[in-house]
């Protein structure tokens, strides 16, 4: 079982420490989006990086078109995940959709999570009545359809060829297949399930502390919404980064450690 | 022959090649862009460098993929290939283009810029939308032989099955008839003569119709202006006397005059409905209407009844051959089968509704070019 669930999500277990962290990531590419952030961390913690199924070197088969449907698919994978690794006090770290997904695994099983870290989170994407998410359908539509004219390439593997430094070419060959390329139904159906889903209703339910990292400006999930997630959840701090943008752990990774070392530092000195 | 060298000025180059090239700051302002791309978008320099970010360039639908996709793989890979978007220019300007970028670290101060040419593959994409139309279409052919492939299995397996069970009666009868014929009285004798006759009646009448459906595809009539009111009166002929006979009676109601078809065909499609409708009547007389009315370049017919009534997950199947929902009926499965393909070959659609034990309306449309 374990085994199954280690090679379905590609977990990678490193770093020294006891408490666990748990980084998940988000729409589009794979674990190795967090390749700036965790070496600041794998001394004090034990790091589990995953991909989600359909996503890097998950294993393709295990994808489900009707579990993953929605965002709860993902969500009873984590719960999985840390069930499986026995993983307790868990810090997770979820980043764009992979937040939504901590949010619902937390709501449903508090007892596996100590602290949730956010980064970029939105709850609904689509813009609602009451509600500024930043997107249309058709803009969703729009997406599909890049997607889609993307696909050309991958149906016959001339994949946007993506090459990495000369020195770190072992590396760069490893992924040039996998990060940030997707097989187009799984790809499409994920876009859906990320950016037609609303769970606003689950925020008002997370019990565990929660720190919501926010870009600005962020085309995908604007500060409005960043302020939106901070009211709904309870015990939340907010802090808001001095870089554009949605993906902060690529652009500015210092600026994401050095707020998440001072939240659990800040927590620990409380307890 | 003389070569001669020529110097190329590499501001020159950069300006009007003919590709088109940009530079961002990490934020995705544009703080370079050559005089190719500009004249492509339709933009003035001015209104371009330091005043547009590259997502300012973008559909919103292309901006979630440059956040999500483009950006993360520039930041971990440093280098991009053949990524396909499209970009706004001034107005209405569309420029499809595939793009190539790669990250620069400024040795100075450390910081990033990215570097990206882009080429107009306009025509390209349409041939690429032919290729993915032309694809989709593949496919449906595919789905749609595999559908065909199945019906003739289903037609090979039904059209032996029903001719064997009358071929195993005549043959039974016949070897009864051989081994104890002498000892036989005449009227028995009579009698098995007279089963093994019908049972050769149904084979003929399962080859004709089987001829009849297989025939339907090769049309050998043009199609004809005819009034809706003659064709209806051909059917009060042929059926007004039988449903009067029950106790029933047919009503016909049209708000066209003209319809454009295939008449004997045509005539078909009805002359199966209603001796359909008669067929499956319940214990009351039989009341039929029949109706012709325009619909958004359709003419639409209706055909109902308040006999027996069809099940809910019938509705489609009665439509394929041989799926009669009473086999012992006088009913040999072919008919709704017919109707479906002649109203196909009308460019039309055949439907029902229906409610156990209160009737069953069937309609179909014809299209009226």
Not at chain 1, 162 to 174: F, L, Q, R
Not at chain 2, 15 to 42: E, K, M, R
Request: glycine share 6%.
């Amino acid at each position: 079982m374990s085994e199954q669930i280690i090679n379905r999500n590609n977990i990678k277990i490193s770093g020294s420490g006891k408490q666990p962290m748990l980084f998940a990531h988000g729409y589009g590419c794979d674990q190795h989006m967090w390749r700036y952030i965790t070496p600041a961390f794998e001394k004090e913690f034990k790091l589990v990086l995953f991909d989600h199924v359909g996503s890097g070197k998950s294993d393709q088969t295990a994808y489900d078109f009707e579990k993953y449907k929605t965002v709860k698919g993902y969500a009873d994978d984590l719960i999985e995940i840390c069930d499986t690794l026995n993983l307790k006090e868990v810090i997770f770290v979820g980043h764009s959709v992979s937040s939504i997904i901590g949010v619902l695994a937390a709501v449903e099983r508090p007892d596996l999570f100590d602290k949730l870290i956010l980064i970029g989170p939105s709850p609904c994407y689509i813009n609602k009545t009451d509600y500024v998410g930043g997107f249309k359908q058709d803009d969703i539509d729009e997406l599909i359809a890049t997607l889609e004219s993307n696909y050309l390439g991958w149906s016959s593997y001339i994949t946007p060829v993506i090459i990495g430094n000369p020195e770190k070419e072992v590396y760069a060959e490893e992924l040039k297949n996998s990060f940030c390329s997707m097989n187009p139904d799984i790809a499409k159906q994920f876009a859906r399930a990320t950016f037609l889903g609303d769970n606003r209703e689950d925020l008002f339910k997370v019990t565990s502390s929660t720190l919501i990292i926010q870009c600005h400006p962020d085309v995908i999930a604007p500060v409005e919404v960043g302020m939106f997630v901070h009211k709904a959840i309870p015990q939340s701090e907010y802090v808001l980064l001095n870089s554009p943008g949605h993906c902060p752990h690529l652009t500015a990774p210092e600026q994401v450690i050095a707020s998440i070392e001072a939240y659990l530092k800040n927590k620990s000195f409380e307890n | 022959m003389k070569t001669k060298l020529i110097i190329e000025d590499a501001e020159d180059l950069y300006q009007n090649a003919p590709f088109g090239y940009l530079t961002v700051q990490s934020d995705g302002l544009i703080i370079n862009i050559n005089s190719t791309l500009l004249h492509w978008l339709g933009y003035e320099r001015q209104e371009i460098e330091f005043q547009k970010s590259f997502q300012d360039l973008l559909i919103m639908g292309d901006k979630i993929y440059y956040e999500t996709h483009i950006m993360p793989m520039l930041l971990v890979q440093n280098e991009i290939a053949e990524i396909n978007i499209q970009l706004k220019g001034k107005g209405l300007i569309r420029l499809p283009v595939l793009i190539n970028a790669k990250r620069i670290v400024d040795s100075t101060n450390q910081e990033s810029f990215f570097r990206f040419s882009l080429l107009d593959i306009t025509q390209r994409r349409k041939y690429e939308l032919e290729l993915m139309k032309a694809r989709k279409e593949a496919e449906t052919t595919v789905q749609q032989l595999k559908e065909i492939k199945q019906d003739l299995e289903q037609f090979a397996y039904v059209v032996a099955h029903d001719l064997k069970t009358p071929l195993r009666s005549i043959k039974g009868l016949l070897s009864i008839i051989k081994n104890k014929g002498d000892k036989m009285d005449n009227t028995k004798k009579q009698e098995y003569f007279n089963v093994v006759i019908n049972a050769a009646d149904d084979m003929y009448k399962l080859i004709d119709s089987l001829l009849e459906y297989a025939r339907t595809g090769s049309v050998q009539e043009e199609m004809q202006e005819v009034t809706v009111s003659g064709i209806f009166k051909t059917q009060l002929n042929f059926f007004e006397q039988e449903i009067k006979k029950l106790g029933g009676q047919i009503e016909t109601h049209s708000t066209i005059k003209y319809i454009t078809v295939y008449p004997v065909l045509f005539q078909q499609v009805l002359m199966n409905l209603i001796s359909n409708a008669i067929k499956y009547r319940s214990e009351t007389p039989p009341i039929i209407q029949v109706t012709c009315k325009d619909q958004k370049g359709y003419t639409l017919f209706s055909v109902t009844d308040n006999g027996m009534g069809i099940p809910t997950d019938r509705f489609e199947a009665v439509f394929k051959l041989f799926r009669s929902l009473n086999p012992n009926n006088d009913s040999n499965g072919i008919g709704l089968a017919i109707c479906k393909k002649i109203i196909e070959l009308h460019g039309g659609t055949i439907w029902l509704e229906s409610e156990i034990g209160k009737g069953t309306t069937f309609y179909f449309t014809i299209r009226k070019d």
